[in-house]
């Protein structure tokens, strides 16, 4: 069983990539994220999981990170009828903030999960309710995204701006986090974060 690879990129895709490992090419599925920042030429490490499939045969599944192919794992044997493709759609959308979906899971806030992740009501109370008592033991990287709106409250009237425009709300909180990392905050006139937002969500 292939635990671990270590090669060189030889192709991107848009959720995967081909790594060149002693001259043995590996097509292996990539959360979004993870694909997106590999290059051609790049020597890049996973951990992989395998999953057999009655269609395509032995499918490999990567991870930058031990701790995502651990949640990968848990969302693929806690919650009913979840394959390693499915598993692998929520994984995306948690990856967004891996601590912030941690706590949304914990308080049993379905309205960060819909709000923020882009999960429907359905599939949020499903993700609540088979992981609720699971999380304690999932190892947590990195610190909570998820702070705009909490440290400058009148934000919110940039996302029922963005709204009105179209943008759906997981859509504006992440242009707003993006900002947030750059450094675009609470001092900014609403008019110029609306702009910049609108920069960002055009990408």
């Known amino acids: 069983m292939i635990a671990y690879l270590k090669g060189e990129i030889l192709e991107v895709k848009e959720d995967g990539a081909v790594i060149l490992c002693n001259g043995v090419g590996y097509d292996v599925n990539l959360a979004h994220p993870s694909a997106q920042e590999l290059t051609v030429g790049q020597q890049a490490a996973f951990y992989v999981a395998e999953s057999i499939s009655p269609y ?38 948690a990856l967004r903030s891996v601590a912030d979906f941690h706590q949304a899971i914990l308080k049993r806030d ?50 029922e701006a963005l709204g009105a425009l179209g943008y759906s709300a997981a859509e504006s909180r992440r242009a707003l986090d993006t900002l947030h990392t750059q450094g675009i905050g609470p001092n900014e006139k609403i008019e110029t974060i609306i702009k910049e937002a609108l920069r960002v969500l055009k990408k």
């Open 56 to 93: 395509d045969g032995t499918v490999l599944y990567g991870f930058t990170h031990k701790e995502d192919k651990d949640l990968w794992m848990l969302f693929k044997t806690a919650i009913p009828n979840t394959g390693p493709k499915k598993a692998m759609e929520f994984l995306n959308k």
């Open 110 to 159: 379905p309205k960060i999960l819909t709000g923020i992740f882009g999960f429907t009501s359905k599939t949020a109370e499903k993700l609540i309710n088979s992981l609720k008592d699971k999380m304690d033991a999932v190892t947590v990287q990195g610190e909570s995204k998820i702070k705009v709106l909490d440290e400058a409250p009148y934000l919110s009237h940039v996302q």
